[in-house]
């Protein structure tokens, strides 16, 4: 007869957030920190699908959100309940748009051990994303994006044009992989742009940054200026990495992960 509970327990994570699974599944395979990935806009949860394995291959329990990207207020609230529901310090991975997820969701998190950016935003409360994106030049994010899609709400889905994705975005990823990538991502809205941060974990919780420069979605310049504001314990920059240095870089992003989580 199939059971569905005893599938469930089997799920291997890395399939984004699944509520009936088994709150303490992470306690009850390691004692290391769970580390919780959060994509951030115009990418997936596969964008992580580099770092899982070598994570996984010592030994830490990973679970890739499938961040909503609708607005970081509740996108945070979101993961938060995932935070909540696992046993045991957790180390939270954010990816741009993923870092003022992380920024609020882990604030006040009693087990949320470290934060790691990777080519992020780390907002101080009350900046929005498109006023980060600003505050230095270098970002072409705005020349690269589609047509808004109305949602009918005042608010609009935003998307990079497929065309413009591998320059724009991901410039040193294989032309193929970057077509693919195009195809599967994922819109923010305006609205998630524009609104406000809350409180930053940042100032209670250790953080570690790493990002390219040649970055075209965040200006360098900006995420060296936040990485700085939040004390980072350890900020790394790849020469020529895109704004997925997770993807055409896996092996920095794991090792600074792994720094994080196994840190004092």
Same mark, same amino acid.
């Given at each position: 007869m199939f059971n569905l509970k005893n599938l469930m327990k089997a799920t291997v994570i890395g399939f984004g957030l699944l509520a009936a699974q088994s709150p303490a599944f992470a306690a009850d395979q390691t004692t290391q920190p769970t580390i919780v990935l959060v994509h951030g806009a115009f990418a997936a949860s596969d964008s992580w699908d580099g770092i899982v394995p070598i994570l996984q291959?010592? /030994? #830490?329990? +990973?679970? !890739?959100?499938?961040?909503? =990207? $609708?607005?970081?207020? /509740?996108?945070?609230?979101? &993961? $938060? !309940? =995932?935070?909540? !529901?696992?046993? /045991?310090? +957790?180390? *939270? +991975?954010g990816h741009s748009y993923g870092g003022p997820v992380i920024t609020n969701a882990s604030n006040g998190a009693a087990n949320v051990k470290a934060l790691v950016y990777v080519a992020s935003f780390a907002p101080e409360k009350g900046e929005t994303i498109a006023e980060l994106a600003a505050k230095f030049p270098g970002g072409t994010l705005g020349e690269a994006l589609a047509a808004p899609v109305p949602l009918g709400n005042g608010v609009n889905d935003l998307y990079i044009d497929p065309a413009k994705f591998h320059a724009q975005f991901a410039a040193?990823?294989?032309?193929? %992989?970057?077509?693919? *990538?195009?195809?599967?991502?994922?819109?923010? &809205?305006? #609205?998630a742009l524009n609104e406000p !941060? /809350?409180?930053?974990?940042? %100032?209670n919780i250790s953080s570690f940054h790493i990002f390219g420069t040649a970055d075209k979605n965040i200006p360098p310049a900006a995420m060296a200026f936040m990485a700085k504001r939040a004390n980072s314990k350890k900020t790394v920059v790849i020469d020529g990495a895109s704004h997925v240095v997770m993807v055409s870089q896996p092996k920095a992003v794991a090792e600074l992960i792994i720094e994080a989580a196994t840190a004092n």
């Open positions: 291959a010592e /030994g #830490f329990p +990973v679970i !890739s959100v499938a961040n909503p =990207l $609708r607005s970081v207020s /509740g996108d945070a609230a979101y &993961t $938060r !309940s =995932l935070i909540d !529901s696992i046993q /045991g310090e +957790v180390v *939270m +991975v040193d990823v294989p032309a193929e %992989k970057a077509r693919l *990538m195009a195809i599967a991502q994922r819109p923010v &809205t305006d #609205f !941060s /809350g409180d930053a974990a940042w %100032k």
